[in-house]
């Protein structure tokens, strides 16, 4: 998964993103930074270019993420650990980051707080998650071929986990939970380039949970040419683009 998820995802869906909240991190010049769910290092390597002073510690839950991001960006320290459960001293970090991955979080006001133990007391959290998946034009054409090519029961993974998370209201009720204020709330859209509309059907295919439910099928090797042929025909061939469309909140301890 590491691999297709970095080779054919990266690129087009999640670099535009980490370059945007570099940029953002970048302004608030801090020193210590902690990410969660770092996956392969997108926003771990933009940072480092955008504040190379920065000490930055990169964490993700998988082993294989946290091997592939370690091999790519060897700036940061790489550790596993789980968002919930952080292996670090209280007060430890100025900055926390992290992109698209509170939306999995199990008990998000439980790795909110977390976040607020390691967090400086000047400190800010500062992390992304998607739009609507209507909001995200490869992933709404993804979903909309799968389920074409799927009548039967296509998996419903991108508007319920990735997608499922799009309320500031609800973001902030968690975070006021976890002894966090909501300081800022901005809807970003950015557009999203992949070498092919072939690409992007193999990213959602072998590089989301997508591919259990496809792989576990006799027909595997049958669903994935058809998907692959929908998604082609809906985004046309050659490099496909799409407008992709995410929300990035900042965070503080509670005065």
Not at 23 to 30: F, I, K, T
Not at 226 to 231: D, E, F, P, S, V
């Amino acid at each position: 998964m590491p691999e297709a998820y970095e080779r054919h995802l990266v690129p087009g869906v999640f670099r535009p993103f980490a370059s945007d909240l570099a940029v953002r991190a970048g302004a608030l010049r801090p020193r210590t930074v902690l990410e969660l769910a770092a996956g392969t290092g997108a926003l771990t390597s933009a940072l480092l270019t955008a504040v190379p002073t920065a000490s930055v510690v990169a964490t993700d839950l998988n082993e294989a993420m946290v091997a592939a991001g370690s091999a790519r960006e060897p700036r940061a320290d790489w550790q596993q650990a789980d968002a919930q459960e952080l292996p670090f001293e209280d007060g430890s970090f100025d900055l926390v980051l992290c992109q698209f991955g509170v939306m999995f979080f199990p008990d998000r006001p439980a790795a909110y707080s977390e976040v607020r133990r390691v967090l400086a007391p000047q400190g800010r959290f500062m992390f992304n998650s998607w739009g609507t998946l209507a909001s995200h034009g490869f992933g709404a054409a993804f979903q909309a071929a799968l389920e074409r090519s799927m009548p039967d029961g296509a998996p419903s993974f991108l508007e319920d986990v990735p997608h499922g998370y799009t309320d500031p209201a609800v973001v902030a009720a968690d975070l006021a939970a976890a002894g966090l204020t909501l300081a800022t709330v901005e809807a970003v859209t950015l557009e999203g380039v992949a070498e092919s509309a072939a690409s992007v059907a193999t990213g959602f295919l072998t590089g989301t949970p997508v591919s259990a439910a496809v792989q576990s099928r006799d027909d595997a090797q049958t669903l994935q040419a058809a998907i692959t042929q929908k998604l082609t025909d809906c985004l046309g061939p050659g490099p496909v683009t799409a407008p992709m469309t995410a929300t990035v909140y900042t965070a503080h301890h509670q005065t």
